[in-house]
């Protein structure tokens, strides 16, 4: 909804940006994890452009697809070759 | 209150300083660099509480001021000439993010061909960034203008950044009596910045992110509403600077010897000092001549410009910079603001002192003489040009 020039605040404000915005949904590969394979390194956590890497409690890699674009950086910085690019169905 | 003996980049130093300007984040360039090497020594011997930001260009160095100032600190920079130009894109994005940012542009041309020289074509290339924009004449004018702009910038109907103009070299480079406020009295003239708005972990905001075409047209009104708003406001504080230090720099602009005047030049920075004499020199002979000093272009002092057409019947506009393609920006924008005015007097325009070339008040009078007897001889007159023809040439 469209609001007028009175409406609005003196400069464009976002209080909720990315938690909200689900770019997940531009993502054509997606990164799997053999999780029997990983060695909990957390190098891709640390590379993730996108913060959508995320350890669990039992320190186990999770992906967050709900922001996760593919952009395939943890496959490639990953030492143990145990992250794999898919075609997204 | 201590009379000091320092140049205008001095000036600006103290006025950032006596400001309390918290970051201070810039890339030195000729003729700037006395500006940031004062700022260095006095964060350096803790004269002055702020942050000193290093960094590797003036693009950067915006960058750093926007973040400060977002955060809510008092930020402060200064540049010339192509560090001015390579800071364009970062210089938008404190406008439009509604920053008051104050940055001292020591004017400097354009290369090529190299020069180092007073020239106002920097600061009139950035004219459409959103940021106001203050001419100098003195080092005091540059003290108590840095002080004056961010009071201006910060008020919650303006917030918007200013440049503080002072001419290469002229002023720059020269020194000058200068009068120091106590700090005391210019704290009670500005309070500490308190924006609407900054960046704070604990109440976390995105600023300016991406606005599609139903609300960017409306967010760039407010930008130019601030403006307008901005001229009541530059007024005021003048007024209430002269009430607090015993002077006032003109407001937007100031009039000299404009009583009872036929013809007036509009001019701005040191070549008004200049003028000045000229006038003086002229009213002596009976001749009835003024001055109106451009002190603020952005925005631009319409409504004072269309009192002084009502009031002579030739203006003479001295540009130190030029627009190719036709005329310089305070003539272009002088004639652009008299073609709605009752009154439209005789308007020519001068392009003198280009790169620096001295402008001595002879000069002047003989602008004068022309602009008193309304000499044709076309819109747009390179004043003092080296040609096959004149005098120095041969």
Redesign the interface.
């Known amino acids: 909804m469209a609001k007028s020039v009175e409406d609005l605040p003196y400069i464009p404000l976002m209080s909720e940006s990315s938690a909200v915005n689900k770019t997940g949904v531009w993502r054509v590969i997606k990164p799997i994890v053999d999780q029997e394979e990983c060695n909990q390194c957390y190098i891709c956590w640390k590379f993730c452009p996108d913060v959508a890497i995320h350890i669990d409690e039992e320190g186990s890699i999770l992906i967050d697809y709900d922001h996760c674009k593919g952009c395939g950086i943890c496959e490639a910085v990953c030492p143990k070759k145990c992250i794999e690019m898919v075609k997204e169905e | 209150m201590p009379m000091d003996v320092m140049t205008g980049n001095s000036a600006q130093a103290y006025g950032a300083k006596l400001a309390r300007a918290e970051v201070v984040a810039a890339y030195p360039i000729t003729p700037q660099t006395t500006v940031v090497e004062k700022l260095a020594d006095l964060v350096a011997s803790g004269e002055m509480k702020a942050q000193f930001i290093k960094v590797e260009s003036e693009h950067s160095a915006m960058a750093a001021c926007i973040a400060a100032s977002a955060t809510g600190a008092r930020a402060y920079t200064a540049t010339a000439a192509h560090g001015l130009a390579l800071m364009h894109e970062m210089l938008i994005w404190a406008a439009?993010?509604?920053l008051p940012i104050v940055m001292g542009n020591i004017n400097r041309a354009m290369a090529p061909p190299w020069s180092v020289w007073a020239d106002y074509q920097d600061s009139i290339a950035e004219r459409d960034t959103g940021w106001m924009q203050f001419y100098c004449q003195s080092s005091q004018e540059v003290l108590d203008t840095v002080i004056q702009a961010y009071k201006v910038a910060e008020n919650h109907d303006v917030?918007i950044p200013a440049m503080v103009m002072e001419d290469a070299f002229y002023l720059s480079h020269t020194f000058e009596p200068v009068d120091v406020p106590p700090q005391k009295d210019v704290d009670d003239f500005l309070p500490p910045y308190d924006p609407?708005?900054k960046l704070d972990v604990d109440n976390?905001?995105?600023?300016?992110?991406l606005?599609p075409p139903?609300?960017y047209m409306?967010?760039r009104?407010?930008i130019a509403k601030?403006m307008e708003d901005s001229r009541k406001v530059i007024q005021e504080v003048d007024e209430e600077w002269e009430k607090k230090f015993g002077r006032s720099h003109g407001g937007l602009v100031e009039r000299y010897r404009m009583e009872d005047a036929d013809a007036a030049i509009i001019a701005a920075g040191t070549m008004s000092s200049t003028a000045r004499v000229a006038i003086d020199n002229m009213r002596d002979k009976g001749k009835k001549v003024g001055l109106a000093r451009l002190r603020v272009f952005r925005p631009f002092p319409y409504e004072e410009i269309r009192q002084i057409a009502k009031e002579v019947d030739s203006i003479g506009v001295l540009d130190r910079s030029y627009t190719f393609g036709h005329g310089g920006a305070f003539y272009t924008e002088t004639a652009g603001a008299l073609y709605q005015a009752p009154e439209r007097p005789h308007v020519k325009n001068y392009v003198i002192g280009i790169g620096g070339r001295d402008i001595p008040p002879k000069d002047i009078e003989g602008i004068l003489e022309k602009v008193l007897t309304k000499e044709d001889g076309g819109e747009v007159e390179w004043f003092g040009l080296r040609t096959s023809g004149s005098r120095e040439v041969n």
């Open positions: 439009g993010s509604r917030l609407p708005v976390p905001v995105g600023l300016c992110a606005v139903d609300h409306e967010f009104f407010k601030a």
